[in-house]
């Protein structure tokens, strides 16, 4: 035999192996809503809000109830991306440059892509809109965003609203058809159909439902004729549950293209929220809202399926974070991170099995760039303002403090570090 047909045979080999490997590995969804409160969904108790798709996903799911991200949108979005806290991202705020995350860190969209998946980010990405901090020049192969902070932003295209947007398409913009949520679930779907063989790392922040408010009548409009209001009478409600009832639509549509494909039970799928509500009519009893590091803020609704590895209809309430996403879906997928690569999160991946105790007594941290940050440890949690003041809290309730106390040095530890 020639040593040009061993050298052949030999790829050959190889191919199919590399092939193997990525046909078994799983697929991985990440769905993540934006300002969507804990108490946002109809498995925690709200009996006004309409989510029967997330409902019943959550029911044959595994949720962990105390899941923590930042108390807003940007560094919620570095620290998923990074498996890193958000301060040491430089994307630690959402404006005047602060919302920039720093083109040299190493992100999930380039782990997963070295690794052979192929990557699609559909909905708001908030980490730079210039070379080389764009989506994707991280790591994503495919592109479908709108720009800045939100739809109708200044950062966004020009003139652009929830209905028939201008999106960027990788390096190029075009109008789009339909509501924006639809517009990015087409988009998703799309992109996994033509994936065929190769296994996909799918991250889908969608926009909704910040503000602007803005959704059909024909999804707000159950909730108009109650007269929602919150405590200090805004009546903001009624649109922002509408947004939600109309992802939900769209987030059925999504598991059952996934079920078509073929695709259900070796795919991952997540969802999860970026920061706490603006809304405070329903909070299940959580302490303030949007921009807060109490329990409201930072608090997020998340439930996992992943059908043929993790039994469903499971709740599990040791404390876990956005940290922890990047360590946990390379575990998951059998992907080696890079040596070099420091991550703050771990890999919770034995928690989602069940084996809590290794997790129990973990120190978390949270920090607000505008002048407040908290550390849970298991159910306690410690809570700091920029006035040097600590406070000592059940973090399961959020409100039956036990023993204040200055915080001296211990602030300025956090804020400098």
């Given at each position: 035999?020639?040593?040009?047909?061993?050298?052949?045979?030999?790829?050959?080999?190889s191919?199919?192996?590399?092939?193997?490997?990525?046909?078994?590995?799983?697929?991985?969804?990440l769905v993540?809503?934006?300002?969507?409160?804990?108490?946002?969904?109809?498995?925690?108790?709200?009996?006004?809000?309409?989510t029967?798709?997330?409902?019943?996903?959550?029911?044959?799911?595994?949720?962990?109830?105390?899941?923590?991200?930042?108390?807003?949108?940007?560094?919620?979005?570095?620290?998923?991306?990074?498996?890193?806290?958000?301060?040491?991202?430089?994307?630690?705020?959402?404006?005047?440059?602060?919302s920039?995350?720093?083109?040299?860190?190493?992100?999930?969209a380039?782990?997963f892509?070295?690794?052979?998946?192929?990557?699609g980010?559909?909905?708001?990405?908030?980490?730079?809109e210039?070379?080389?901090?764009?989506?994707q020049?991280?790591?994503?192969?495919?592109?479908?965003?709108?720009?800045?902070?939100?739809?109708?932003?200044?950062?966004?295209?020009?003139?652009?609203?929830y209905?028939?947007?201008t999106?960027?398409?990788?390096?190029?913009?075009?109008?789009?058809?339909?509501?924006?949520?639809?517009?990015?679930?087409?988009?998703?779907?799309?992109?996994?159909?033509?994936?065929?063989?190769?296994?996909?790392?799918?991250y889908?922040?969608?926009?909704?439902?910040?503000?602007?408010?803005?959704?059909?009548?024909?999804?707000?409009?159950?909730?108009?004729?109650?007269?929602?209001?919150?405590?200090?009478?805004?009546?903001?409600?009624a649109?922002?549950?509408?947004?939600?009832?109309?992802?939900d639509?769209?987030f059925?549509?999504?598991?059952d293209?996934?079920?078509?494909?073929?695709?259900?039970?070796n795919t991952?799928?997540?969802?999860?929220?970026?920061?706490?509500?603006n809304?405070?009519?329903?909070?299940?009893?959580?302490?303030?809202?949007?921009g807060?590091?109490?329990?409201?803020?930072?608090?997020?609704?998340?439930?996992?399926?992943?059908?043929?590895?993790?039994?469903g209809?499971?709740?599990?309430?040791?404390?876990?974070?956005?940290?922890?996403?990047?360590?946990?879906?390379?575990?998951?997928?059998?992907?080696?991170l890079p040596?070099?690569?420091n991550?703050?999160?771990?890999?919770?991946?034995?928690?989602?099995?069940g084996?809590t105790?290794e997790?129990?007594?973990?120190?978390?941290f949270?920090?607000?760039?505008?002048?407040?940050?908290?550390?849970?440890?298991g159910?306690?949690?410690?809570?700091?303002?920029?006035?040097?003041?600590?406070?000592?809290?059940d973090?399961?309730?959020?409100?039956?403090?036990?023993?204040?106390?200055?915080?001296?040095?211990?602030?300025?530890?956090?804020?400098?570090?």
């Amino acid at each position: 035999m020639s040593m040009k047909s061993i050298v052949w045979i030999v790829a050959c080999l190889s191919s199919v192996t590399v092939a193997v490997a990525a046909e078994s590995r799983p697929n991985v969804i990440l769905v993540m809503t934006d300002d969507q409160g804990w108490a946002e969904v109809g498995f925690h108790g709200n009996d006004v809000l309409k989510t029967p798709n997330l409902d019943r996903f959550a029911a044959e799911g595994t949720e962990l109830t105390n899941f923590y991200v930042s108390p807003m949108c940007t560094p919620t979005r570095s620290s998923l991306m990074t498996g890193r806290y958000h301060f040491r991202t430089g994307a630690h705020d959402t404006y005047i440059g602060r919302s920039n995350m720093n083109p040299e860190e190493t992100t999930i969209a380039e782990v997963f892509a070295d690794a052979g998946y192929r990557t699609g980010i559909f909905g708001k990405w908030h980490l730079g809109e210039n070379f080389p901090m764009r989506a994707q020049d991280q790591g994503f192969q495919t592109v479908v965003i709108h720009g800045g902070g939100g739809i109708g932003q200044f950062a966004d295209y020009p003139g652009n609203t929830y209905w028939d947007p201008t999106l960027q398409y990788n390096d190029t913009f075009k109008k789009a058809k339909g509501y924006c949520t639809d517009v990015f679930i087409n988009e998703s779907i799309q992109f996994m159909k033509d994936s065929g063989e190769q296994p996909f790392f799918c991250y889908l922040p969608l926009n909704v439902p910040h503000s602007p408010f803005n959704v059909a009548d024909e999804f707000r409009a159950d909730y108009d004729k109650q007269n929602l209001a919150d405590p200090d009478g805004r009546k903001w409600v009624a649109p922002i549950y509408g947004m939600i009832t109309q992802f939900d639509g769209a987030f059925g549509r999504l598991l059952d293209a996934v079920e078509a494909m073929g695709q259900r039970e070796n795919t991952i799928i997540i969802f999860m929220s970026d920061n706490g509500p603006n809304s405070t009519y329903f909070t299940a009893g959580l302490r303030a809202k949007k921009g807060s590091v109490y329990e409201n803020g930072i608090r997020s609704p998340f439930v996992i399926q992943w059908p043929q590895t993790l039994d469903g209809g499971r709740k599990f309430d040791t404390p876990a974070m956005h940290i922890d996403l990047l360590p946990t879906l390379a575990d998951a997928c059998r992907i080696g991170l890079p040596a070099d690569l420091n991550v703050d999160g771990k890999s919770i991946l034995n928690l989602l099995h069940g084996e809590t105790q290794e997790f129990q007594q973990r120190y978390l941290f949270m920090q607000h760039n505008r002048a407040n940050a908290c550390g849970p440890r298991g159910s306690d949690k410690s809570t700091f303002d920029s006035d040097n003041e600590v406070e000592e809290v059940d973090a399961s309730h959020d409100g039956h403090w036990r023993r204040p106390q200055r915080c001296g040095g211990r602030k300025h530890a956090w804020q400098f570090s």
